[in-house]
């Protein structure tokens, strides 16, 4: 069974860069052709879908992230990874990371267990 | 603000069964049958515990059961039990570029 961990810092300051990473455990990040996808919730916010990547480097992101956001992935290391630049604190936020089967009719089937990003000086 | 519309919050007692609904509209629920429903406990990943509007992941109860009605998905549990009380969360596919979920309603088991 494929699990998914984030990690990085728990704190970012206003106007720099956020750097997660996503580490595939159970399984292969290349074994098959997954959608590997980057989420989060604000506090007291709902979900947000920020963009996916898959195993051959394409990418989707959504309109609103556009500009400040690159998601990439390492097969070597069995990870992917999302920077989100400029930050505020509106993106203050818990990130999780999520499966998907190649199809944006398709449900998220894992998600990592998140990780509280705070944006502040 | 969510493209997806749930309530708040919803409330029952143990046993008792409870629906909560997702709006959205033409272009996502009302055309697709692609709707999912994730269940969040504090401090863990979300859940898949319905896709497909009615469709149980291996492993989820079937005290969970999932409909559409037009533009309105529901998420039904049944014989509610203490466990259940977690937020849930709404997903449809839609025509647009965008991947849409609801504001998520947050249950208490009275």
């Known amino acids: 069974q494929v699990q998914l961990q984030e990690s990085g810092p728990g704190l970012v300051k206003p106007s720099q860069t956020l750097s997660l990473t996503c580490t595939v455990s159970?399984?292969?990040?290349?074994?098959?052709?997954?959608?590997w996808s980057w989420i989060r919730q604000p506090a007291g916010k709902g979900l947000e879908y920020i963009g996916r990547?898959?195993?051959?480097?394409?990418?989707n992101y959504t309109p609103s992230f556009k500009s400040r956001v690159t998601i990439s992935i390492d097969t070597t290391k069995n990870h992917f990874s999302l920077t989100l630049s400029s930050v505020t604190a509106a993106d203050t936020a818990v990130y999780y990371c999520?499966?998907?089967?190649?199809?944006?009719?398709?449900?998220?089937?894992?998600w990592g267990q998140g990780t509280m990003v705070t944006v502040s000086s | 603000q969510s493209a997806l519309t749930q309530p708040a919050s919803v409330s029952g007692s143990p046993g008792q069964s409870i629906t909560i609904s997702c709006t959205g509209s033409n272009s996502d629920i009302g055309a697709y049958n692609y709707v999912s429903w994730y269940q969040l406990y504090p401090g863990q990943g979300p859940k898949l515990i319905i896709f497909d509007v009615n469709n149980r992941p291996s492993g989820v109860s079937n005290r969970f059961s999932g409909s559409k009605s037009g533009n309105t998905a529901s998420l039904t549990i049944s014989g509610l039990q203490a466990e259940d009380e977690a937020d849930y969360y709404c997903n449809s596919y839609t025509s647009s570029t965008v991947v849409v979920f609801g504001g998520g309603t947050k249950l208490t088991v009275l």
């Open positions: 990547i898959n195993t051959k480097g394409s990418t």
């Open positions: 999520a499966k998907r089967l190649p199809a944006a009719t398709r449900p998220f089937d894992i």
């Open positions: 159970g399984g292969s990040i290349s074994s098959g052709l997954y959608y």
